[in-house]
């Protein structure tokens, strides 16, 4: 996306809204994660990801988009990048998920809102945009974590 005032506050939207999700995906051996990438097993690697979204928002909202890459040499900690998908109401976001040892980090693509509005990039000055992201993903969260039964 370009960057705008807009952009920059839908990419803070959903970074706060993935974050959870990122710290489920970072308790998983980062070497398993990079052997689904570099196997192309992609079927297992989205599961991951929709068992770890799961928690915290409604099931499939959340999913693997196109695939995922990863960064890892001999010193140095891992980085693991998933390109993710976010399917709201009305709403459908596309970013790349990166994955450190402590840290994460977000990059939103592309935020599309359908026919009738169209996207961020095609009125990046509206910022009613970011609220109706804001207000999309509230309506698809879970305010905590689900407690598993026993």
Do not use: Q
């Amino acid at each position: 996306m370009k960057p705008t005032p807009v952009s920059a506050e839908c990419e803070k939207i959903v970074a706060d809204a993935v974050r959870p999700v990122a710290s489920e995906l970072r308790m998983l051996d980062a070497a398993e994660l990079i052997a689904l990438i570099r196997f192309e097993r992609r079927a297992e690697l989205d599961d991951l990801v929709r068992e770890a979204a799961d928690l915290f928002f409604m099931p499939g909202t959340v999913c693997l988009g196109t695939g995922g890459d990863f960064f890892l040499e001999w010193h140095g900690e891992p980085r693991i990048t998933l390109d993710i998908e976010l399917k709201l109401a009305g709403v459908d976001v596309y970013c790349s998920l990166t994955l450190k040892d402590e840290t994460g980090a977000v990059e939103v693509a592309h935020v599309d809102f359908g026919d009738a509005r169209g996207s961020v990039e095609d009125d990046p000055g509206e910022p009613a945009l970011a609220n109706d992201l804001a207000r999309a993903l509230a309506m698809v969260r879970f305010d905590a974590p689900r407690a598993l039964s026993a």
